[in-house]
Nanobody, 126 residues
């Protein structure tokens, strides 16, 4: 089992920044690729960003490319999502998730992720 706990969400004005953290425990963190998903009311959960187990490769959805940065610290069992230039359309519950890394790839689909955090609310006001 891997337990994931997100933090860092909140209310911010458009153009502002937030840094989400996701602390993992239970299994060897470096055995897992990580992803950040978000779900807005009435919308499907979508992948925002993902990172390989070693941090060498990353993925960003087009909607956040150039504004968000994903990173991880395997010594601290933590993955981060730095969110800059936030827009009202970024408002959602953000979830981190862990996928067993059988290969050094990013995982794009929710079905590939075994473990999920409880989510943290991000609200961007206009």
């Amino acid at each position: 089992q891997v337990q994931l706990v997100e933090s860092g969400g909140g209310l911010v004005q458009a153009g502002g920044s937030l840094r989400l953290s996701c602390a993992a425990s239970g299994r060897t963190f470096s055995n897992y690729a990580m992803g950040w998903f978000r779900q807005a009311p009435g919308k499907e959960r979508e992948l925002v960003s993902a990172i390989t187990w070693d941090g060498d490769s990353t993925y960003y959805a087009d909607s956040v490319k150039g504004r968000f940065i994903i990173s991880r610290d395997n010594t601290k069992n933590t993955v981060f999502l730095q969110m800059n230039s936030l827009k009202p359309e970024d408002t959602a519950v953000y979830y981190c998730a862990a996928a067993r890394a059988y290969y050094t790839v990013v995982y794009y689909y929710a079905r590939d992720y075994e473990y999920w955090g409880q989510g943290t609310q991000v609200t961007v006001s206009s």
